[in-house]
């Protein structure tokens, strides 16, 4: 089982009506089971340094099927995952922050989206509605 692009277009468009609702203009990426960039959107005003950002947030979430937020609530000093973000330097970066959400069919990760353009807290709602729409 993985994403599919009509998934990914359903993600990302529920991740757009979010983004315009709160006036932020988001990168948004959707991987597949295998962590493969399915689709992107760059909307309109957003950053360009947040392209990246975000195919990174959908990767990492899928890789360790965690939401990049509660991955770097871990990362920090003392806790279990620290310097995490400084692995895989061969590949595509950890993200420890907030904006990656893996996306689960019947309690199986499909894939994950990562939403990148605005505050934690913005890009962690954004990426909310997106894998709502899954």
Known sequence: M???LEDARRIIAAAEVRADEIGQPMNIAVVDAGGNLVAHVRQDGAWIGSIDISISKAWTSRAFDITTKDLGDNAQPTQQFFGIHTTNAHGRGVAIFA???PLKR???V???VGVSGGSGEQDHSVAEAGAAAL
């Open 2 to 4: 993985s994403v599919t």
């Open 110 to 112: 499909v894939g994950a």
């Open 99 to 101: 904006g990656g959400i």
């Open 106 to 108: 019947d309690g199986v």
